[in-house]
């Protein structure tokens, strides 16, 4: 299975709320990494996140990491139409390797 | 840069036939990646490059599929013979440095084998 699961698999919100996608993963990493994927596009690299952070922020997004977990999570605040893609995490496993396992990704949909 | 250039964008191909894909990294990145995405499997680790040299091809789903990389600018992933089960869209990634930062994603190549 994924190294890296999201949750939830579907979210559809109205603009200007605030959007929360979850992910978790089995084994030890050295980072955690977030893309968004436009529908027909290649990935765009969001955020990246280490093992040794616990919070990072990139205008309207901030990223959570806990180790303990073993689980991140995105917050999209005061979203727009124009966030609506597919959103993946992505883990750089930490087995001396440079091997990034992406999970099976979040859909949302902004409702303007 | 114009970032990382795939190509074709879209190949349609019948099965038993040969299919290139190529990739153009941004330059100056030392690592390069090769994806492929389907809606049952989501996106998949083929193989991956560093200075050009293969690190680790575990992903590479049989020996129909290859990869070659002869120079930092340069990439392919050839499928010999070609099977429908290997419809999907590829992608090409590149990056710098050692988990420094993320990948930059070439607009991918979506292949349909009949």
């Known amino acids: 299975s994924q190294q890296g699961e999201e949750d939830p698999q579907a979210l559809s919100i109205q603009e200007g709320e605030n959007a929360t996608m979850n992910c978790s993963y089995k084994?030890?990493?050295?980072?955690l990494q977030w893309y968004r994927q436009n529908s027909g596009r290649g990935l765009v690299h969001l955020i990246l996140?280490?093992?040794?952070?616990r919070e990072k922020h990139s205008g309207r997004l901030r990223v959570t990491l806990d180790t303990s977990k073993k689980s991140s999570s995105l917050l999209i605040t005061a979203s727009r139409a124009a966030d609506t893609a597919s959103y993946f995490c992505a883990t750089a496993l930490n087995t001396g390797g440079f091997k990034t396992i992406f999970g099976a990704g979040t859909r949302l949909f902004v409702k303007a | 840069d114009a970032g990382v250039i795939q190509s074709p964008r879209h190949e349609v191909t019948e099965m038993g036939q040969e299919v290139t894909l190529r990739c153009k990294p941004i330059?100056?990145?030392?690592?390069l990646f090769w994806y492929r995405q389907t809606m049952m499997r989501g996106l998949e680790l083929l193989i991956y490059f560093n200075n050009n040299v293969p690190i680790d091809d575990s992903g590479m789903p049989e020996d129909r599929f290859s990869a070659k990389m002869p120079n930092a600018s340069f990439s392919t992933l050839k499928i010999q013979p070609s099977e429908p089960r290997d419809s999907a869209v590829y992608f090409c990634?590149?990056?710098?440095?050692?988990?420094?930062?993320?990948?930059?994603f070439g607009s991918g190549t979506r292949l349909t084998v009949v």
């Open positions: 996140i280490r093992s040794n952070e």
């Open positions: 990634a590149s990056s710098f440095g050692s988990r420094v930062g993320g990948y930059t």
């Open positions: 330059s100056g990145h030392d690592y």
């Open positions: 084994t030890s990493i050295n980072n």
